[in-house]
């Protein structure tokens, strides 16, 4: 396939009651993908050690195929992050944030940011810190979209935010990627996100990548199926995920096509079979 | 543009052939005429649900198979088809249909007689309504 705009190999980090990896993961030019996980699984460190801001303890980041470290400023200029980094400088107008990250980007798009700061309706006067939550996010993700950027990390960028404002934003990640050549790592918790942006689904818990699939692999693999009754042989296949043997009988699956030809060569029939939607599929994941 | 496709539930057809054929009905039946500019693939594949790996995969065999062209920089657009193809095409649209009918009329313990009677209704009085 493609490129890969990051890899990461044997990332490790620990801390006195949490420990993140070790952990593998590549994300592919032109690909979108989605970071999924409980409060507390691990998310917003992966972003932080991805961004060098938190030191890793064994492992290697590339970011465009370079070493993050031995070539920070860079790498990092390609990639636009947003993810409460910029709390320390609230006594600062949004104004003059955007004039300290104009410095540090070469590749700064004012045009850009103006447009942007319009489309989202922030009063840059207002100091950072008296912004509300969901502005706040805004603000940083408008910083993100701004300097030309081929990466986007993204932490939770429509949390708080109200609903206008989460379908611009959507759109403008769609946009940012009509572009083919550059991707999106987004950590969050809504369904809608994961439905219209993502290609890829990656889950973490308790710091390590449990799962990580691409998201019509789900849709073509993961079924739930109406059948006459359950034989013995399925009770215990490690490709049932659940079956109940009340009325109406059904089996879940996550691999539809080997669970049909077990149902088959049983002689069991198959009344109706229906595709799972994503948060069907993150509930089972995470259960089980 | 937000194209009329749907991705069915309940259907084991994968999802971009599912697309491939939508989009094709809507060309052969005259609905995207030549020219019409189609959505990106990211833009479908965000209508959808999917990842764009199924729509480029859905766009590319409509390419090849004569039905869209993509034009550097500016898009994809509905070419014009030739006859022959579409005359093929419409045969295999209204073919696929009658088949998914037989299919579902089998799920509810239709026989063979009471297809062929329902069958004969349906043309009788779509046809002289239409007076054809």
Redesign the interface.
């Known amino acids: 396939m493609g490129i890969s705009l990051l890899d990461v190999i044997g990332l490790e980090k620990k801390f006195q009651n949490f420990q993140l990896g070790p952990m593998d993961l590549k994300v592919e030019q032109g690909m979108v993908v989605g970071l999924v996980g409980a409060n507390g699984s691990g998310k917003s460190t992966l972003f932080k050690l991805l961004m060098n801001i938190l030191r890793k303890d064994n492992g290697q980041i590339l970011l465009f195929g370079k070493n993050v470290e031995k070539n920070e400023i860079e790498v990092k200029q390609k990639v636009g992050f947003a993810g409460d980094l910029l709390d320390p400088y609230g006594h600062l107008t949004i104004e003059e944030l955007a004039g300290m990250i104009a410095y540090w980007y070469p590749t700064w798009n004012k045009e850009q940011f103006n447009h942007l700061i319009k489309k989202y309706n922030i009063n840059t006067e207002e100091k950072f810190g008296k912004c509300s939550k969901g502005t706040k996010k805004k603000v940083e993700f408008i910083f993100s979209l701004s300097h030309d950027s081929a990466l986007l990390l993204l932490d939770e960028p429509t949390a708080g935010v109200d609903i206008v404002s989460q379908r611009k934003m959507k759109e403008d990640l769609i946009l940012f990627m009509e572009e083919g050549e550059r991707s999106i790592i987004i950590a969050t918790h809504n369904a809608d996100e994961i439905n219209q942006l993502c290609d890829d689904i990656v889950v973490l818990q308790a710091g390590k990548i449990i799962y990580s699939f691409n998201k019509d692999e789900v849709y073509e693999n993961w079924a739930k199926l109406w059948v006459s009754r359950v034989p013995d042989e399925l009770a215990n296949h490690p490709n049932v995920i659940l079956f109940s043997t009340n009325t109406p009988v059904q089996v879940v699956t996550n691999n539809a096509h080997k669970i049909e030809r077990v149902l088959q060569s049983k002689q069991v029939s198959i009344s109706h079979s229906q595709r799972l939607t994503m948060e069907e599929v993150f509930e089972y994941l995470i259960e089980t | 543009m937000k194209l009329p496709i749907h991705v069915s539930?309940?259907s084991?057809v994968?999802?971009y052939h599912q697309v491939e054929n939508q989009i094709k009905t809507l060309i052969i039946g005259g609905q995207l005429p030549p020219e019409t500019p189609l959505p990106?693939i990211?833009?479908l594949?965000?209508?959808l649900?999917?990842?764009?790996?199924?729509t480029r995969r859905a766009y590319q065999n409509l390419e090849v198979g004569g039905f869209i062209k993509t034009v550097q920089g500016k898009g994809t657009f509905v070419r014009e088809i030739e006859k022959v193809i579409k005359q093929e095409t419409k045969q295999k649209v209204v073919y696929d249909a009658f088949e998914k009918a037989v299919d579902q009329g089998k799920?509810v313990g239709c026989t063979k007689e009471e297809m062929h009677q329902i069958f004969k209704e349906v043309i009788k009085r779509n046809f002289k309504e239409n007076g054809g």
Request: overall charge negative; glycine content about 6%.
């Open positions: 539930e309940e084991r994968p999802i990106s990211r833009v594949a965000s209508d649900g999917c990842s764009v790996i199924t799920q």
